[in-house]
């Protein structure tokens, strides 16, 4: 090859290599320069609490994501459509439903009902509205739904509660007595229906002297001259358990007097003092609770007094407020002494006296409290003699001889003589329920003055819970105890607190016991001196009598 041809095959060489750098040079460039392919971004529109929300998210996320983004938080009960999980799409719409859930406590009324009862105690034809009819109360909880603050749903979540058992209303109807006429001594008063009657003179001569038809019998008692009688009334406040109101009892009832006497929750004690010229009264409050038994017992005693005009006086403090000792939460109960000069005070644990002047208390007998296993305690009834020297009571005794056997169903009818204070058993078994009753200073065939114990005999004497008594009579040293009522065979009586006459009968001199039988009043008469057959005398029979009181001369 020449000179000439190898230089143009060089310089011809030389421009293709460079016409080939410049052609890699141009693609290079043109990718680097060449404008990207963007993603679309999708429309969506959210809808919450009233309001719309535009917003621009990209493809492939899910309503969930988009809400999040949006600034929107759900609540548990919030509803959302389409589902949180679904993917969005261009020009979606999301909804979300607000729900807000809540719970409402309806009351209603229930309506008492209405009784009608015949009634030998009224004239015949004559009506009387016995006991006050109330209206209860139940509540029934409902759920609400709202959806964005619009009630869509009420539901009923539960059964209707009683929060307040309503009180039937009692209308009483007179019919012509079936009973005999007798005469009595003094003012024999008696609960009736909710309602305070009194006979005086003979069991025919009977009338209402508190007819509000809601005594709850806590208290119900004639002072010693039977001419107040003492009575607790059922309170329509929700903290308040009973009043304690006084009848100054008037030749008819449009003299009849009521007094309020300003005093309330009294559960165990409120009574006359004996001997006492003022009108004395003395008494024992509770404060009143939601849990069983209903109320915590303070455990004190006042006094206070109130006039023929009505005016009552301040109370006088005797005891304050204290625990009770044990069981202290059911209550501390109080018995005056037969001339006013002392009181007895008895509790689940013991038995012991009151100086009244300085409020001092000691102890006279230590009382093995009784395990109810249940929400009431057991109190030993004290009665005192009419010589104010012995207390009559009821000894809780352990069956095993440990002293802390507290579930033993022993109880022994005792006596505790005050000079020798040695607690001495005269009735063994008798029942927790005997409650003691000493009657006045009687006079016998022989003319020698003494007296006598009515008491209650359990029928079951192991199980004297639950159990139905007998009333028997004994003398003052435990001696001629004789069963008197009801006759063998007949179903017993249930507990209670028997009341003697304030005199002898007129018809037979003899003194009498009135107690309640099957819800009517009965007097038991020819028991004073262990002499003769008593003589059995009911003297109602609507079987509405729950408590009575006996007083006067």
Same mark, same amino acid.
């Given at each position: 090859?020449?000179?000439?041809?190898?230089?143009?095959?060089?310089?011809?060489?030389?421009?293709?290599?460079?016409?080939?750098?410049?052609?890699?040079?141009?693609?290079?460039?043109?990718?680097?320069?060449?404008?990207?392919?963007?993603?679309?971004?999708?429309?969506?529109?959210?809808?919450?609490?009233?309001?719309?929300?535009?917003?621009?998210?990209?493809?492939?996320?899910?309503?969930?994501?988009?809400?999040?983004? &949006?600034?929107?938080?759900?609540?548990?009960?919030?509803?959302?459509?389409?589902?949180?999980?679904?993917?969005?799409?261009?020009?979606?719409?999301?909804?979300?439903?607000?729900?807000?859930?809540?719970?409402?406590?309806?009351?209603?009324?229930?309506?008492?009902?209405?009784?009608?009862?015949?009634?030998?105690?009224?004239?015949?034809?004559?009506?009387?509205? &016995?006991?006050?009819?109330?209206?209860?109360?139940?509540?029934? #909880?409902?759920?609400?739904?709202?959806?964005?603050?619009?009630?869509? *749903?009420?539901?009923?979540?539960?059964?209707?509660?009683?929060?307040?058992?309503?009180?039937?209303?009692?209308?009483?109807?007179?019919?012509?007595?079936?009973?005999?006429?007798?005469?009595?001594?003094?003012?024999?008063?008696? !609960?009736?229906?909710?309602?305070?009657?009194?006979?005086?003179?003979?069991?025919?001569?009977?009338?209402?002297?508190? &007819?509000?038809?809601? !005594?709850?019998?806590?208290?119900?008692?004639?002072?010693?001259?039977?001419?107040?009688?003492?009575?607790?009334?059922?309170?329509?406040?929700?903290?308040?358990?009973?009043?304690?109101?006084?009848?100054?009892?008037?030749?008819?009832?449009?003299?009849?007097?009521?007094?309020?006497?300003?005093?309330?929750?009294?559960?165990?004690?409120?009574?006359?003092?004996?001997?006492?010229?003022?009108?004395?009264?003395?008494?024992?409050?509770?404060?009143?609770?939601?849990?069983?038994?209903?109320?915590?017992?303070?455990?004190?005693?006042?006094?206070?007094?109130?006039?023929?005009? %009505?005016?009552?006086?301040?109370?006088?403090?005797?005891?304050?407020?204290?625990?009770? %000792?044990?069981?202290?939460?059911?209550?501390?109960?109080?018995?005056?002494?037969?001339?006013?000069?002392?009181?007895?005070?008895?509790?689940?644990?013991?038995?012991?006296?009151?100086?009244?002047?300085?409020?001092?208390? #000691?102890?006279?007998?230590?009382?093995?409290?009784?395990?109810?296993? *249940?929400?009431?305690?057991?109190?030993?009834?004290? *009665?005192?003699?009419?010589?104010?020297?012995?207390?009559?009571?009821?000894?809780?005794?352990?069956? *095993?001889?440990?002293?802390?056997?507290?579930?033993?169903?022993?109880?022994?009818?005792?006596?505790?003589?005050?000079?020798?204070?040695?607690?001495?058993?005269?009735?063994?078994?008798?029942?927790?329920?005997?409650?003691?009753?000493?009657?006045?200073?009687?006079?016998?065939?022989?003319?020698?003055? %003494?007296?006598?114990?009515?008491?209650?005999?359990?029928?079951?004497?192991?199980?004297?819970?639950?159990?139905?008594?007998?009333?028997?009579?004994?003398?003052?040293?435990?001696?001629?105890?004789?069963?008197?009522?009801?006759?063998?065979?007949?179903?017993?009586?249930?507990?209670?607190?028997? &009341?003697?006459?304030?005199?002898?009968?007129?018809?037979?001199?003899?003194?009498?016991?009135?107690?309640?039988?099957?819800?009517?009043?009965?007097?038991?008469?020819?028991?004073?001196?262990?002499?003769?057959?008593?003589?059995?005398?009911?003297?109602?029979?609507?079987?509405?009598?729950?408590?009575?009181?006996?007083?006067?001369?």
């Amino acid at each position: 090859m020449t000179k000439f041809m190898m230089r143009d095959y060089t310089i011809h060489t030389h421009m293709r290599f460079k016409a080939l750098i410049i052609a890699l040079l141009t693609i290079l460039w043109a990718a680097c320069s060449a404008p990207k392919t963007t993603q679309s971004l999708l429309d969506v529109k959210v809808i919450v609490e009233g309001r719309s929300i535009d917003l621009q998210v990209p493809p492939g996320i899910s309503v969930e994501t988009g809400l999040n983004q &949006a600034g929107v938080t759900l609540n548990s009960l919030d509803r959302v459509e389409p589902p949180i999980y679904t993917l969005l799409t261009d020009d979606a719409q999301v909804k979300v439903t607000r729900i807000k859930e809540e719970y409402i406590v309806d009351q209603e009324v229930v309506p008492f009902e209405q009784n009608v009862l015949k009634t030998e105690s009224l004239p015949d034809q004559t009506t009387l509205i &016995a006991q006050k009819g109330e209206n209860g109360l139940r509540e029934i #909880t409902y759920r609400l739904l709202f959806e964005d603050g619009v009630e869509v *749903s009420k539901t009923r979540i539960n059964d209707s509660v009683i929060v307040k058992e309503s009180v039937p209303e009692i209308i009483m109807v007179g019919i012509q007595a079936a009973y005999t006429t007798y005469g009595i001594p003094g003012r024999l008063a008696y !609960l009736l229906g909710g309602n305070a009657w009194i006979m005086e003179e003979t069991t025919a001569r009977r009338r209402p002297v508190l &007819a509000t038809g809601d !005594l709850d019998g806590r208290v119900f008692s004639l002072s010693p001259n039977g001419e107040w009688l003492l009575a607790t009334r059922r309170s329509v406040k929700e903290d308040e358990i009973n009043t304690l109101w006084v009848v100054k009892i008037g030749p008819d009832s449009n003299s009849d007097k009521l007094i309020d006497l300003k005093v309330s929750n009294i559960i165990h004690f409120a009574e006359w003092m004996p001997g006492s010229s003022k009108g004395e009264i003395g008494f024992s409050t509770v404060e009143p609770r939601q849990t069983a038994p209903g109320w915590q017992a303070n455990n004190d005693f006042h006094i206070f007094s109130v006039s023929d005009s %009505g005016w009552v006086s301040k109370w006088k403090t005797i005891v304050e407020s204290n625990s009770g %000792g044990v069981y202290g939460w059911w209550g501390t109960n109080y018995a005056w002494d037969p001339t006013g000069g002392k009181v007895v005070y008895f509790r689940p644990d013991g038995i012991g006296l009151i100086n009244i002047d300085e409020g001092l208390q #000691t102890p006279i007998v230590d009382i093995l409290p009784y395990q109810t296993r *249940s929400d009431w305690a057991w109190t030993p009834w004290v *009665s005192w003699a009419p010589d104010g020297n012995t207390l009559y009571t009821i000894a809780h005794i352990s069956q *095993s001889g440990d002293q802390t056997d507290e579930a033993s169903p022993i109880f022994d009818l005792a006596a505790i003589p005050l000079i020798q204070g040695d607690i001495i058993h005269l009735v063994p078994q008798s029942g927790m329920f005997a409650y003691p009753v000493v009657s006045p200073f009687l006079v016998s065939s022989n003319n020698r003055g %003494g007296f006598r114990v009515a008491y209650l005999q359990a029928n079951f004497p192991t199980q004297s819970e639950t159990s139905r008594y007998r009333l028997y009579l004994m003398d003052r040293d435990g001696s001629n105890s004789t069963a008197i009522f009801p006759e063998t065979g007949d179903a017993g009586i249930e507990p209670q607190q028997v &009341a003697w006459s304030p005199g002898p009968m007129p018809d037979n001199g003899s003194y009498a016991i009135g107690l309640v039988y099957n819800g009517n009043l009965w007097l038991i008469d020819g028991v004073y001196n262990g002499e003769g057959t008593p003589v059995f005398r009911q003297i109602t029979g609507d079987g509405l009598v729950n408590k009575i009181s006996w007083a006067g001369r």
